[in-house]
C-alpha cells in the first residue's frame, strides 16, 4: 500500500515536471526573450471566436483578435480598429473612422472592407450564426441588391456606417472581433457555426498566434502566442505567451509556487491555498465580466414540451416563493465561501450606474422568509399536501388554477398538481451541485420536491434548450454596457440566446426603449431600471450570487499588476481587446516604461454650448519617464480629431472645438506613450441652435495669492450648463442667452467660487473675473537604494487616490514633490533594476507636507529566471506538498469533450 503511493507520486512528479515550462529557460537564440505563462483549470474550447464557449476561449480571441473599440481599465470604451463614431441625430446610423497602417497577422492591410465585411457577415443569417446575435440584431438586414442604407457601407474612404432599425445607444460596444475578409468570405455561416476549426487564427490584435496553434490545441497542449511588435495601441512587453490548462487545481497551485506559471486564475479552495506565499500575490474581487449565477424556470411552451414537464413552472407565484424560500446570503457565504456578492437583477454591481438594487424600493425585494413564502403558495392555489394535512409531504393545487403567464399566454395548472420539479446542474462545477443539494432540502420546507440532475454541461446545453428540465442553474456574462445582457431575457433573442425563453411583452418594449435613449443617458438609466425590476419580479431568474474572481500572480517576474478592485477591467478576464495589464506588464529588473495617467479632462460635463461656437478643454495627464514622447489625440465625437505632440516634461494640453450641427456628442482624449494609452471619460457635449437674443460672460481665473493665470480652470454658467475651460492667460468666454445667471470657477487644488445675479444682455459682454484660494499641500520625499544608500534618480513615483492620479519622477537627488489637494493617496516608487514599494494611506493636509521616502530593494543577481534542475527541485517540493492537499481540495473538471456539444449559442 505504502510503496503503490510513493511510485504513484513519482509518476505524478514527474508528469507534473514534463508538463511545466520553466521560466527564463530558453535556447540562446531565444535568450533575451520574455516568457509568459497562464494557468487555467478549463481548456480553450475552440480557436475560432464563433464556436468558443468559456473565458480562456474569449481571453485567446482578445489577444489574438481587435474590436471596433476596447476598454479602458475603468470600462470606458477606448479607439481601437475605429479611431472614432459618431452617429446622426437620432442615432439610428453610426459612423465608425477605420485606424489606417493596421496590419494582419499575414502581413496584409486591414481595411474598411473587412470591417463592413465582419458586420455584414454575423447578421446574414441568425439561424445559422448566432454568435454575437445580442450587439447585432438591430442592424437592417440587406435585402437581394440592395447596397446601401442597410448593414454595414464604406461611405467614404476608410469610413464605415453601420444602419440600425431604430436608435441604439451602445454604437461604441459592438464587441464583434474584427475578422479579415480574406479568410472568411469563403466560409458559410453554418460552418463558422459549426464546424470550422480556424486552426490558423489570423488577426490584428497584441499577440498572433503560433503556426503551431492548431496542432496544439488538437492535442491539449499549451496554446502559444507571440507578441505583435507593431500593434497600434502599444506593442506589449511580453515575447511569448502561454496559454496553459492544468486537470486539478492542486496541480496548479504547484506551477505557481514553483514558478512555471506566472498568472492563474483559481478556484476559493486555490486562493485561499496560497495565502502568505513568499513572491505570490493573491486579487479578489467581483468579476468585470459581470459573471453571475442563475436559478432558471423554463417558460417554453410547446406540444411536446408541455407534455413532460410540470405547468407550475409558468406561475409567477410559485416561482416567487421559491425565491424567498432561497438563502442568498447562506449560498453566497456557505457554498461560494464568501467569494461573492448575494444576487438579485441583471446587471451586475460592478457596474453601479446600471444596477438595479431592489431593496431601494419598498415592497420589491424578496427577501429570504419561509413563513411568506408558504403563506404566497396557500394564496395562490396551491394548499393541498399529498400527505393529507399541511406540511405533510408535497404541496398540490387545490383546483384548477387559470391565469396569464408573464409570457401572455392563457395557461392551466389542473387540479392535483404536485409541486415537483427536475434541476439541471452542470456536472463541471461542485459549487452549483452544492447549491441544488442545499435548495432541495430548503424547498421542501415550502412543500416542493425538487429532482437534481447532475450533467455535463454539454448534455445541460441540450435539456435547457430543448425543454426538458423545468429549472436549472447555469449562468451569464456580459460586458459593462446592459444592452447585451438585457437582450438574453428579450423576445429578440428567442432563436438561440434566450434560454428560459421568457418574452415578456413589457420588457420587450423597456429593452427596445433603452436602446433609443441614445442621447440621454439619465433617461436611459430609468428605463434599464425597469427592465430589470420587471424581470426581477417575474422570477423566471433567481439570480443569487455575483460571482468573485479569484487570482494570484508572481510578483518576482513581472511587475504592473495593477490593483483589480479599484480598476477591475485589467482582471485577467477582461476579454474585449487590449486589455491594458497585458500591454503593460514588465519583467521585473527589465526597462521599464511607465504609461501615462489616464488623462482628466476640464470641463468634465456635460457642456451645454452652441453650434459654431468654440469650447476649449484643458487635458491632463503625467508621465514619470523622462525624455519620452507624448501624443495627445482629443476626439470630438463629430469624426474630427486633434493632435498635439509633446513630451513628458508637460503635463497639460489645451484644445478647442466648434460643432457645426445640433446634436449631442462625447469629448474623449487619449495620450500615448510610443507603448500604451490611456484615455479619459467622456465628456458629454449638448450643441444646439442659438437663439436671437444672446450675449457674452467673459473674464479671467487667477490664484488669489499670486496673482498668476490659472489655465485650465472650469468655469460653468447655470441654469444652462454652459461651461468653458480657461487658456493659457486665465481667460474665458462663453454665449448665453439674455437672462440672469449664476457662474462659478473651479481648479483642481484651488477652494471653488461663486457669483450670482450675473445679468447678460442683448449682443452685450459681462465680465467675471474670479480669483480662486489655493487648498493643496505636498507629498514630498527621497528615494534610495537599500544597497549602499545612494540617491536613485529618475525614480517613477505614482501617488494615486481621492480620485486623482499623478505621475512625476525623482531629480539627480533622488527628491521629489508633488502638489496635492487635501486627501488620503497611496504612493508608489519604481526604478529599472528594483522591486517597487507601494504605500498607503499618505494623508495630507492644506499647506503642509507629507514626507514619504522609499527604499528600493534591487532584483536579485541573475534575475528572475530559474533554472530547469532548481525548477524540478522546487516543482518537486511543492508538488509533493500539494499531493496531500489534493485530498482536500476540490477538483475542477475539464468541460466535456467538444464533439458532444450541441450547437448553442456561445456564453461569453
Not at 155 to 162: E, F, G, I, K
Not at 353 to 361: G, H
Request: aromatic content about 12%; hydrophobic content about 40%; some cysteine.
Amino acid at each position: 500500500m505504502r510503496l503503490g503511493v510513493i511510485c504513484g507520486l513519482v509518476v505524478f512528479v514527474l508528469l507534473a515536471s514534463a508538463s511545466f515550462s520553466a521560466p527564463g529557460v530558453t535556447t540562446n537564440a531565444r535568450a533575451a526573450q520574455v516568457d509568459f505563462h497562464m494557468g487555467f483549470l478549463e481548456a480553450v474550447d475552440y480557436l475560432n471566436p464563433f464556436r468558443g464557449l468559456n473565458d480562456p476561449s474569449y481571453e485567446l480571441y482578445g489577444f489574438i483578435y481587435d474590436y471596433l473599440f476596447s476598454l479602458d481599465q475603468d470600462g470606458h470604451p477606448i479607439p481601437n480598429i475605429a479611431t472614432d463614431a459618431s452617429c446622426d441625430l437620432t442615432c439610428r446610423n453610426w459612423t465608425y473612422a477605420i485606424r489606417q497602417g493596421v496590419k494582419w497577422s499575414d502581413g496584409t492591410d486591414l481595411t474598411a472592407d473587412d470591417v463592413a465585411f465582419t458586420v455584414n457577415y454575423n447578421i446574414q443569417n441568425f439561424l445559422h450564426l448566432w454568435a454575437f446575435e445580442p450587439y447585432v440584431n438591430r442592424i437592417v438586414g440587406c435585402a437581394p441588391n440592395q447596397a446601401t442604407g442597410c448593414g454595414a457601407v464604406i461611405t467614404a474612404p476608410s469610413q464605415v456606417t453601420v444602419y440600425f432599425d431604430r436608435p441604439f445607444a451602445p454604437g461604441k460596444i459592438m464587441f464583434i472581433p474584427i475578422i479579415q475578409k480574406a479568410q472568411w468570405q469563403g466560409i458559410s455561416a453554418q460552418a463558422a457555426q459549426g464546424s470550422f476549426l480556424n486552426l490558423n487564427p489570423i488577426g490584428t490584435g497584441p499577440f498572433y498566434a503560433d503556426a503551431t496553434i492548431g496542432s496544439r490545441w488538437q492535442n491539449s497542449q499549451p496554446l502559444l502566442l507571440h507578441k505583435n511588435p507593431n500593434y497600434h495601441l502599444g506593442a506589449p512587453k511580453i515575447d511569448n505567451l502561454y496559454m496553459e490548462q492544468f486537470s486539478d487545481e492542486a496541480t496548479l497551485v504547484g506551477a505557481l509556487k514553483a514558478g512555471a506559471i506566472d498568472l492563474a486564475k483559481l478556484t476559493p479552495n486555490g486562493y485561499r491555498a496560497l495565502a502568505n506565499t513568499p513572491n505570490i500575490e493573491r486579487q479578489t474581487s467581483l468579476l468585470s465580466t459581470q459573471y453571475w449565477n442563475e436559478i432558471g424556470f423554463t417558460q417554453l411552451s410547446s406540444n411536446s414540451v408541455n407534455k413532460k414537464l410540470n405547468p407550475a413552472r409558468w406561475d409567477q407565484n410559485v416561482r416567487r416563493a421559491l425565491a424567498m424560500a432561497t438563502n442568498k446570503d447562506f449560498i453566497v457565504s456557505n457554498k461560494y465561501l464568501g467569494f461573492g456578492t448575494r444576487g438579485d437583477t441583471l446587471v451586475s454591481p460592478i457596474t453601479p450606474f446600471w444596477w438595479y438594487d431592489p431593496t431601494s424600493e419598498s415592497g420589491v425585494n424578496l427577501t429570504f422568509n419561509l413563513t411568506k413564502a408558504n403563506q404566497l403558495l396557500d394564496s395562490a392555489g396551491y394548499s393541498s399536501w399529498t400527505g393529507g394535512t399541511p406540511g405533510s409531504g408535497i404541496r398540490m393545487a387545490a383546483r384548477d388554477l387559470t391565469f396569464t403567464n408573464t409570457n401572455g399566454q392563457l395557461v392551466t395548472v389542473p387540479v392535483g398538481t404536485q409541486l415537483v420539479f427536475t434541476m439541471a446542474v452542470r456536472q463541471e462545477f461542485q459549487q452549483e451541485q452544492d447549491t441544488a443539494a442545499y435548495l432541495q432540502q430548503e424547498w421542501s420546507s415550502v412543500g416542493v420536491q425538487l429532482n437534481i440532475k447532475v450533467e455535463l454541461e454539454s448534455a445541460l446545453s441540450n435539456d435547457v434548450y430543448g425543454g426538458a428540465v423545468e429549472t436549472y442553474i447555469w449562468y451569464w456574462s456580459a460586458d459593462p454596457d446592459p444592452n447585451y445582457i438585457l437582450s438574453i431575457e428579450s423576445g429578440f433573442t428567442l432563436d438561440g440566446w434566450n434560454d428560459n425563453y421568457w418574452n415578456n411583452a413589457t420588457y420587450n418594449t423597456l429593452y427596445v426603449d433603452q436602446l433609443a435613449a441614445a442621447t440621454n443617458v439619465t433617461q436611459r438609466q430609468q428605463i434599464v431600471y425597469a427592465a430589470e425590476k420587471v424581470n426581477y419580479e417575474s422570477a423566471v431568474y433567481i439570480i443569487y450570487i455575483y460571482q468573485n474572481g479569484t487570482w494570484a500572480y508572481r510578483t518576482d517576474r513581472f511587475t504592473g499588476w495593477g490593483d483589480w478592485t479599484a480598476h477591475p477591467y485589467r482582471q485577467m478576464d477582461a476579454f474585449w481587446g487590449a486589455n491594458p495589464l497585458f500591454l503593460e506588464l514588465t519583467p521585473s529588473g527589465g526597462p521599464v516604461n511607465n504609461c501615462p495617467t489616464t488623462p482628466v479632462i476640464q470641463p468634465a460635463g456635460p457642456v451645454s454650448t452652441f453650434t459654431n461656437t468654440t469650447v476649449t478643454f484643458t487635458g491632463t495627464a503625467s508621465d514619470p519617464d523622462q525624455n519620452q514622447n507624448l501624443t495627445w489625440t482629443w476626439s470630438w465625437g463629430d469624426m474630427g480629431s486633434t493632435v498635439h505632440q509633446t513630451t513628458t516634461a508637460v503635463t497639460q494640453d489645451t484644445a478647442s472645438h466648434q460643432w457645426i450641427l445640433p446634436g449631442t456628442y462625447n469629448v474623449s482624449l487619449a495620450v500615448f506613450d510610443g507603448q500604451c494609452t490611456k484615455t479619459s471619460s467622456n465628456v458629454r457635449i449638448t450643441a444646439s441652435t442659438p437663439p436671437p437674443d444672446v450675449g457674452w460672460i467673459n473674464g479671467t481665473v487667477t490664484d488669489a495669492v499670486t496673482a498668476q493665470p490659472l489655465s485650465g480652470a472650469t468655469v460653468l454658467v447655470e441654469p444652462g450648463g454652459y461651461a468653458q475651460g480657461t487658456n493659457a492667460t486665465g481667460a474665458y468666454s462663453i454665449s448665453v442667452p439674455v437672462g440672469t445667471y449664476v457662474v462659478g470657477a473651479g481648479s483642481a487644488l484651488y477652494v471653488p467660487k461663486v457669483q450670482s445675479n450675473v445679468n447678460v444682455s442683448r449682443g452685450n459682454t459681462t465680465i467675471v473675473d474670479f480669483a480662486l484660494t489655493p487648498n493643496f499641500g505636498w507629498i514630498a520625499g527621497t528615494v534610495t537604494s537599500m544597497a549602499g544608500g545612494g540617491a536613485i534618480s529618475g525614480a517613477a513615483i505614482l501617488i494615486y487616490g481621492n480620485g486623482q492620479e499623478f505621475a512625476l519622477s525623482t531629480n539627480a537627488q533622488g527628491k521629489y514633490n508633488k502638489s496635492v489637494a487635501p486627501g488620503t493617496y497611496s504612493v508608489r516608487a519604481s526604478a529599472d533594476g528594483y522591486i517597487a514599494v507601494n504605500k498607503t494611506g499618505q494623508t495630507t493636509t492644506a499647506a503642509a507636507t507629507r514626507v514619504v521616502d522609499f527604499q528600493l530593494s534591487p532584483v536579485p543577481a541573475g534575475g528572475t529566471g530559474i533554472s530547469t534542475l532548481v525548477y524540478v527541485g522546487i516543482g518537486l517540493a511543492a508538488i509533493v506538498a500539494i499531493a496531500v492537499a489534493v485530498f482536500f481540495l476540490r477538483m475542477r473538471r475539464r468541460r466535456a469533450d467538444e464533439q458532444g456539444k450541441i450547437d448553442i449559442p456561445p456564453r461569453p
